[in-house]
């Protein structure tokens, strides 16, 4: 049986916590509840995409980040022209005691927190290598399976898909994602700002907050924090929310996956902690339900017509569907 967390531990963690989302805020500017989100799915044990315009700091958090909680990190550059081995690692005939046999090199996915930049310029092929690695923790090549370290985040950076020479991703890669983020634009003080205490090319001083053992404790006590009844039968009502029933009306062709039900408790925990309480609570849950619903919904092609987006929709599903268990679910098809 879990030990649930007290009060006392939740507010020491929420101060570790908010002293490292203070140490970015301070390097990355105009980002806070970006930023928020980012530690959420890192307590959640989530894989984070981060999607932008090119030039608005994406690259940077995750950098800061790695520099922060002392993990070790990689980046993978994802360009048209790179193989799954790349990525993976690959076979190398070496000469040991006057025989040859293939060793394996591990590639860079070997690391405790990885950054797949603009992940959406590989190829089809490559961004499914990734597929293993974020789902069960391991890779195998060539019939041999090779453990990665724990912890293990990727934290993925896409142009938006309208951009030339960019590749959707693939739904079952999309769901091994917890959170979509959407990185916007600076408004102007926040631009002055970085006029002001940013040079171009000198990347700024963060100082180190966390370590390894540090993450581990902390996303054990998300573990431990309670997820009440009422809570996890509203998140259980929200996913089934994103099916709809009648075909005829549907502005969607495919809902989400209980793995976002899975993803959407576990990031609302996290919340939980983030603000030092020791339960998750309904307001957690609506916080969280765009970042984890958005990109795991595929829309029908009539709603793509009358210019619906996910996130459209999952506003709407919000909004109809009571925190209460008596309340009826209504249909989605008056998205707004």
Do not use: W
Not at 100 to 125: C, W
């Amino acid at each position: 049986m879990i030990k649930h967390i007290s009060e006392s531990e939740s507010t020491a963690a929420s101060k570790k916590i908010y002293k490292l989302a203070d140490t970015l805020n301070s390097t990355i500017f105009g980002q806070k509840n970006l930023i928020e989100n980012v530690i959420i799915g890192l307590l959640a044990r989530g894989h984070i995409l981060l999607e932008g315009l090119p030039g608005l700091g994406k690259t940077e958090l995750v950098k800061s980040l790695a520099k922060c909680i002392q993990l070790d990190h990689k980046r993978i550059q994802f360009t048209p022209d790179l193989l799954p081995g790349d990525i993976t690692g690959n076979p190398v005939l070496q000469e040991n005691e006057g025989k040859r046999e293939f060793v394996f090199q591990k590639g860079p996915i070997f690391g405790n927190l990885i950054l797949a930049d603009e992940i959406n310029r590989a190829s089809p092929k490559t961004q499914s290598a990734m597929l293993e690695a974020m789902q069960e923790q391991h890779v195998t090549v060539m019939g041999e399976v090779h453990q990665i370290a724990d912890p293990f985040f990727v934290l993925a950076t896409q142009n938006p898909i309208e951009l030339e020479g960019t590749y959707p991703l693939p739904e079952a890669q999309l769901d091994r994602f917890l959170f979509k983020l959407n990185v916007y634009r600076n408004d102007v003080s926040t631009l002055e700002k970085i006029v002001n205490e940013r040079e171009m090319g000198i990347e700024p001083n963060i100082d180190s907050i966390m370590n390894k053992n540090d993450i581990l404790e902390l996303i054990a006590l998300v573990h431990r924090v309670y997820l009440p009844d009422v809570v996890a039968n509203y998140i259980a009502r929200i996913v089934d929310a994103t099916h709809e029933k009648d075909p005829n009306s549907s502005l969607i062709k495919f809902g989400a996956s209980p793995r976002a039900a899975l993803g959407l408790a576990a990031g609302a925990k996290a919340r939980a902690l983030l603000n030092g309480r020791i339960n998750a609570s309904f307001e957690d849950v609506k916080a969280l339900a765009k970042p984890v619903l958005q990109h795991r919904i595929i829309l029908d092609y009539r709603a793509k017509l009358d210019g619906k987006t996910t996130s459209m929709i999952v506003d709407s599903i919000l909004k109809k569907i009571p925190v209460n268990q008596q309340g009826i679910p209504a249909t989605i098809k008056d998205v707004n």
